[in-house]
Nanobody
Framework: QVQLVESGGGLVQAGGSLRLSCAAS????????MGWYRQAPGKQRELVAT???????NYADSVKGRFTISRDNAKNTVYLQMNSLKPEDTAVYYC???????????????WGRGTQVTVSS
């Protein structure tokens, strides 16, 4: 099967930086969109940033200019560089990827288990 494993979360002071990584492994034929979502306590999961295999990116307005998504297609890995972090960025960050597990299969959405990011004021 397919696994997405996130790393890089932690505790940081406001204004600091963190870099998240997410590596996809398993039965992978192709990956299209990869991205990051987050969920704060008591709130719904929301989009942070996405990146297509063609290089197009999309960001939530709240993170534009502070976060940068990138990916290494050869390693099936997506990154999220987070700068100028704010307390409101505190959340569990989840990796998501649209993956084709076989040539004649269907695209499926996979999620990682999440990594906690805590920004102190």
């Amino acid at each position: 099967q397919v696994q997405l494993v996130e790393s890089g979360g932690g505790l940081v002071q406001a204004g600091g930086s963190l870099r998240l990584s997410c590596a996809a492994s398993g039965s992978i034929f192709s990956i299209n969109k990869m991205g990051w979502y987050r969920q704060a306590p008591g709130k719904q999961r929301e989009l942070v940033a996405t990146s297509t295999s063609g290089g197009s990116t999309n960001y939530a307005d709240s993170v534009k200019g502070r976060f940068t998504i990138s990916r290494d297609n050869a390693k099936n890995t997506v990154y999220l560089q987070m700068n100028s972090l704010k307390p409101e960025d505190t959340a569990v960050y989840y990796c998501n990827a649209n993956i084709l597990t076989q040539a004649m299969g269907v695209w499926r959405s996979f999620w990682g288990r999440g990594t906690q990011v805590t920004v102190s004021s």
